[in-house]
Nanobody
Framework: QVQLVESGGGLVQAGDSLRLSCAAS????????MGWFRQAPGTEREFVAA????????AYADSVKGRFTISRDNAKNTVYLQLNSLKAEDTAVYYC???????????????WGQGTQVTVSS
C-alpha cells in the first residue's frame, strides 16, 4: 500500500505559476512510477504527466507539454508538478497516483491521493 497526500493547489490568475507536491508513505517510494492526473467538473479524469522510478523518464499530455514539469525527490518521498503559464482550462482537481510503470490510462494506477484544487481565473 502507498498513501499519497497532495498539496499546493489554489486560486491563481492566468499566466501565473503553482507547484503541486505529493508526499508518499508506505511501501518504498522509489519503486513506483508517479503520475499526475486532473479532472474538471463534468469531465473524465485525464493524464497530465508521469515520471519513472528514477526520475530520468517523463511523459506529458500534449496540452501541458512545455508548461508543466514533473519531478521527484526519492530522498523526500515526494513528487512535484510545476505548473507555469497557467490557463483557465487548467482548472481542475489534480490527483497524484502511483503505479509500477508509466501508463496514460487511469486504470493502470492502483494508488491515488485525495486531490488538490487548482483554479485559474482568466
Amino acid at each position: 500500500q502507498v498513501q499519497l497526500v497532495e498539496s499546493g493547489g489554489g486560486l491563481v490568475q492566468a499566466g501565473d505559476s503553482l507547484r503541486l507536491s505529493c508526499a508518499a508513505s508506505g511501501h518504498t517510494f522509489s519503486r513506483y512510477a508517479m503520475g499526475w492526473f486532473r479532472q474538471a467538473p463534468g469531465t473524465e479524469r485525464e493524464f497530465v504527466a508521469a515520471v519513472n522510478w528514477s526520475g530520468r523518464i517523463t511523459a506529458y499530455a500534449d496540452s501541458v507539454k512545455g508548461r508543466f514539469t514533473i519531478s521527484r525527490d526519492n530522498a523526500k518521498n515526494t513528487v512535484y508538478l510545476q505548473l507555469n503559464s497557467l490557463k483557465a482550462e487548467d482548472t481542475a482537481v489534480y490527483y497524484c497516483a502511483a503505479s509500477g510503470a508509466i501508463v496514460k490510462s487511469t486504470a493502470g494506477w492502483p494508488y491515488w491521493g485525495q486531490g488538490t484544487q487548482v483554479t485559474v481565473s482568466s
